[in-house]
Nanobody, 121 residues
Framework: VQLQASGGGLVQAGGSLRLSCAAS????????MGWFRQAPGKEREFVAA????????NFADSVKGRFTISTDNAKNIVNLQMNSLKPEDTAVYYC???????????????WGQGTLVTVSS
């Protein structure tokens, strides 16, 4: 499985960005797709996850109500729509894939490269 993240950039506080993760591989549809982020000097943290089948989702409390996650099953793309962005959302965002719906980073087997999101105040 290969994951390719895109969509990062610089945005002002209150603005929006959409991150995308293109997944390839025969077993992609059996996996759970997640987004994590790591801010400078901080540990990696869970952001959101979604099951390809059924669309069950999970969000970190810090992003609930502001971020949504969705899949384009035909294109094997997972989107993270980020609204009402705050400076504290600044981080490198990573997409990842796991066999189960979990918030634990070490249970994600496949990782994409990061994409930088910078939110200015």
């Amino acid at each position: 499985v290969q994951l390719q993240a895109s969509g990062g950039g610089l945005v002002q506080a209150g603005g929006s960005l959409r991150l995308s993760c293109a997944a390839s591989g025969r077993t992609v549809s059996r996996l759970v797709m997640g987004w994590f982020r790591q801010a400078p000097g901080k540990e990696r943290e869970f952001v959101a996850a979604i099951m390809w089948s059924g669309g069950i989702t999970n969000f970190a409390d810090s992003v609930k109500g502001r971020f949504t996650i969705s899949t384009d099953n035909a294109k094997n793309i997972v989107n993270l729509q980020m609204n009402s962005l705050k400076p504290e959302d600044t981080a490198v965002y990573y997409c990842a894939a796991s066999p189960r719906l979990t918030v634990k980073g070490d249970e994600y087997i496949y990782w994409g490269q990061g994409t930088l999101v910078t939110v200015s105040s």
